[in-house]
């Protein structure tokens, strides 16, 4: 609110030149789209490959079935999105861990790097034009694919492929960097896993950000019916927006930078919290500090249960400074903002040699921070709250809060262990899976009916 009243003074006094109001008051953070130059190759944008060929290779279809390769899977794409020329990106690993596209017409594109570590972009056809708002295209999966994801986006996405020591990678957009190439565009994706006995995983995460608005379903042959995961709304990505700009009001830390505008000033995506830490990593770094005390206080004085939902029931205290848990085979500090946000640094860092019980607290543990249930009336056992009660305590993850306000169905990751929940049948994960699949139908631009 306080940023509304200095708004509309502003508004009034400086009225002769609305613009300089306008880009001094832009509470989101801009996208700045620069070149190849300008990309940093990380782990989290690429997607390494174990195969190096010195030139660009297409398969096309009929080669493939004379190949005999496993796999034959219908991707249904239906374009419900009101915007601009719509494009879809099938990527991932094939069974011998090499970098490939699916072409529209189900051919496979094997990318080159030519050898150069230094990202050289691609120029084959790998773009999947989609068909006018309210049509749909479809693509079959001719292969087993492994990290697999089906991009969408309003225009051209730009991937490039690196000399990496044992092969050639994948540089795949990077939404937290404001220089990306692809920075200002609108684009999202759904991640795809075909296996080898041609099961499918598929999901949709918003545990980095929400973008380019995608529902999916996937249909069976198995009589067990269809699943659907709705997504979110056609207008979540602006009403996101709007909350976390009431929230920054509200409590002064830079909600509103986790948005990204394109050049227009429009919101085209919203980082969360812990990928917002690459843009500006001092923003939230003291978010939690009261909050953990407070926690660690409550449970040196009385115990905190861990539901492990597989080895019982176990009683976790605070002393010296640290959360025990009976049975663990190590205790907890206490952890940092960015701890919170990712779920897996600090005390929530997985060891090689962690038990069964360390690795059933973790997510819990960690889960029950960032819905802030650890202190209200029945957080002494965890999970354990129903979802009705998750976020409604400040400090929270207020960016996570508002992707389930808007999910349509409340599925879909919203930060790393979403899918630790109560015993019952609550269950916020998005994934569709079935061993014996039918067809995947991923909708971009509005959730399925
Ligand atoms: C984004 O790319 C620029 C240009 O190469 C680089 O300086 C910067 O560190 C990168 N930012 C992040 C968050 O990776
Ligand atoms: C892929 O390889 C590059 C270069 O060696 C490395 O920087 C990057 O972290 C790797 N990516 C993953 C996901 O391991
Ligand atoms: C691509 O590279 C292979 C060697 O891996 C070579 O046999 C083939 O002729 C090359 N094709 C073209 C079009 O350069
Ligand atoms: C708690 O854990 C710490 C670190 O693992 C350990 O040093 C300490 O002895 C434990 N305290 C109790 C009471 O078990
Ligand atoms: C779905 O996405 C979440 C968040 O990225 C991840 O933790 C989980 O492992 C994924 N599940 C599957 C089955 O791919
Ligand atoms: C929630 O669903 C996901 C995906 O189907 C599954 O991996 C996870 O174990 C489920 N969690 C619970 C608590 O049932
Ligand atoms: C487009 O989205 C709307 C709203 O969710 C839905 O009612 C409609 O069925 C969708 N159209 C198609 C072709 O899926």
Known sequence: MRYLTVLTALLGAVSAAPSLVYRAKSPFSVADPGTAEDIVITADNTLNGTFHSPNTTIVNKNAIHSRALAGNLPIKLINNFSGNQVNAYISGLDSDNRVVFIAADGSLIYPSSGGSSVPVPINSNIAIPLPSQGNSITV????????????????????????????????????????????????????????????????????????MILSMSLSTK????????????????????????????ADG????????????????????????TAINS?????????????????????????????SGNVNCQVSGGTLNC????RGYAKPSAADIWGCNSGPFAIQGGDNAIHVAVVPRLC???????????????????????????????????????YEVDGRGYAFPYDDVN??????????????????????VGAPLS
């Open 222 to 249: 198995d009589g067990s019916g269809t699943q659907i995961t709705k997504g979110l709304d056609s207008g979540a990505v602006s009403q996101i927006c709007n909350g976390l700009v009431q929230q920054g009001n």
């Open 282 to 310: 001092a923003g939230f770094q003291n978010y939690w500090n009261g909050y953990v005390d407070q926690v660690w206080n409550q449970y040196t004085n009385n115990p905190l249960t861990i539901n492990t939902q597989s």
């Open 326 to 329: 009976s049975g663990d085979n």
């Open 367 to 405: 889960a029950a921070f960032v819905r802030s249930t650890l202190l209200i009336a029945g957080g002494n056992i965890q999970p354990g709250v129903s979802a009705s009660q998750y976020y409604t305590v400040s400090p929270t993850n207020h960016y996570s809060r508002l992707v389930h306000q």
């Open 140 to 211: 079959t999966l001719p292969i087993v694919l492994s990290s697999a994801r089906i991009y969408f986006s309003e225009g051209n996405l730009q991937f490039f492929m690196v000399k990496i020591p044992n092969g050639d990678g994948l540089v795949q957009p990077s939404p937290t960097n404001l220089s990306d190439p692809s920075s200002g565009i609108n684009w999202g994706f759904v991640e795809l896993t075909y296996t080898n006995a041609l099961a499918v995983f598929a999901n949709i995460s918003y545990v980095d950000f929400v973008g």
């Open 253 to 276: 830390y830079p909600w509103a930078s986790l948005c990204v505008a394109n050049s227009a000033g429009t919101p085209i995506r919203a980082l969360s919290p812990g990928d917002y």
């Open 422 to 443: 109560p015993d019952g049948n609550e269950n916020a994960s998005g994934v569709l899976s079935s061993g014996s699949p039918d067809t995947l139908t991923v909708s």
